[in-house]
Every structure is written in structure tokens, then in C-alpha cells.
T-cell receptor
Framework: DVKVTQSSRYLVKRTGEKVFLECVQD?????MFWYRQDPGLGLRLIYF???????EKGDIPEGYSVSREKKERFSLILESASTNQTSMYLC???????????FGPGTRLTVL | DQQVKQNSPSLSVQEGRISILNCDYT??????FLWYKKYPAEGPTFLIS?????DKNEDGRFTVFLNKSAKHLSLHIVPSQPGDSAVYFC???????????FGQGTTLQVKP
């Protein structure tokens, strides 16, 4: 069974703080993704990575950066959190691009 | 520009009846389509997929239909069960980008 884990289920941060969201997958997948889910907007891709140290911008990368130092780990960084980044953040991994993606449980981030 | 649209935010169905969830897309380059199911406070889980070379794929109670000329796909659940109550997302990808594009989601409620 593919397992994707995220470091926190719930997180509360203050405006201006630097926030790290961690994601780990155990299936040796090449590709990893970060999405945010907001009501009425579905899942929107923030960044993805198709290999270690490689990253590509998704549809809404502004205000975010990512790091992939090891194949199994993909981190999302909010350099200076803002209230409009309050959202559900979902990490996913897949064997090939365009294939079925396996999702983690999500991190509900609230920025006050 | 929303390339994948789920125009019904919600759907309510009686237990035992058929649930039909709809999805429209605009990009003719999409060649792979997926449905995901999401319970509150959990990540989406893969349900069923279909390649553009097919017009139907069936897995137990779940059937996905693809109408390429209309750029429309639908998910049929027969018979519907209360445990099917969740948010359903359709997603599409093209082999040139490999990224999944998600719809806004439809909340299905199956009443006992």
C-alpha cells in the first residue's frame, strides 16, 4: 500500500511567520505534488517535483517555495505566511506524470 | 480559465438509487480522466479512471462514461449507499504535461 504522510494535521500560525509543511512517501515514486483545496475551487496545484532537486511551478506558486533534497520527501515553504494562505494543503505522489496520484491526509493551516 | 468543471456543487440521492456526477472539460488534449472521492479531514482517494481510447470503464458499483465529442464525463454509482456520501472530484491530464487538473468537486449526500 502506498503511504503518503504529512507532518501535521492541523497548524495555526501568525501572519509573517515562516511555515514548513513536510510530506513523505514510501513507494519510491518519482513525482510529488503540493495542492491547496479551497471551497468551490477544488484542488489547485502549487508546485510539483519530478525528481530530486527538480521542481516546477504549478498554477498558484506565488508566496510558496518547495524543497526536494531526498526522493521520498517534499517540503512546502511559506516564506511569510499571510491570512489568504489559510487552507487545506494536500501532498500527493505518483509513479509517472499523469498517472494516478496518491494523497496524504492533508494539513489544515490557519494563519491568524 | 477553468479547464475542468463540475457544475453541480451538490447532489442528494436516496439510498439504493443511482447517483450521477457530471464533469465537463475544455481541453481536447486531455487523454486520461480520473475520479477521486474525499471524506472530510482526509486526503482524496482514487476511485476509477478512463483513458480517452475508451468510452466506458466499470468497477463494481462505479462506472465512468466518457463522451469525447461533448467533452463530458460522468460517474455513475449504483446502488448508492450512505457510505458514498463524500466530495467527488473529477480530474484530467494530458500526456504532454502530465499534470492533473481538478474540477471544483461535487458533494454527494446519500440519504438512508
Amino acid at each position: 500500500d502506498v503511504k503518503v504522510t504529512q507532518s501535521s494535521r492541523y497548524l495555526v500560525k501568525r501572519t509573517g511567520e515562516k511555515v514548513f509543511l513536510e510530506c513523505v512517501q514510501d513507494m519510491d515514486h518519482e513525482n510529488m505534488f503540493w495542492y491547496r483545496q479551497d471551497p468551490g475551487l477544488g484542488l489547485r496545484l502549487i508546485y510539483f517535483s519530478y525528481d530530486v532537486k527538480m521542481k516546477e511551478k504549478g498554477d498558484i506558486p506565488e508566496g510558496y517555495s518547495v524543497s526536494r533534497e531526498k526522493k521520498e520527501r517534499f517540503s512546502l515553504i511559506l516564506e511569510s505566511a499571510s491570512t489568504n494562505q489559510t487552507s487545506m494543503y494536500l501532498c500527493a505522489s505518483s509513479l509517472g506524470l499523469g498517472n494516478e496520484q496518491f494523497f496524504g491526509p492533508g494539513t489544515r493551516l490557519t494563519v491568524l | 480559465d477553468q479547464q475542468v468543471k463540475q457544475n453541480s456543487p451538490s447532489l442528494s440521492v436516496q439510498e439504493g438509487r443511482i447517483s450521477i456526477l457530471n464533469c465537463d472539460y475544455t481541453n481536447s488534449m486531455f487523454d486520461y480522466f480520473l475520479w477521486y472521492k474525499k471524506y472530510p479531514a482526509e486526503g482524496p482517494t482514487f476511485l476509477i479512471s478512463i483513458s480517452s481510447i475508451k468510452d466506458k470503464n466499470e468497477d463494481g458499483r462505479f462506472t465512468v462514461f466518457l463522451n469525447k465529442s461533448a467533452k463530458h464525463l460522468s460517474l455513475h454509482i449504483v446502488p448508492s449507499q450512505p457510505g458514498d456520501s463524500a466530495v467527488y472530484f473529477c480530474a484530467a491530464s494530458s500526456s504532454d504535461t502530465g499534470k492533473l487538473i481538478f474540477g471544483q468537486g461535487t458533494t454527494l449526500q446519500v440519504k438512508p
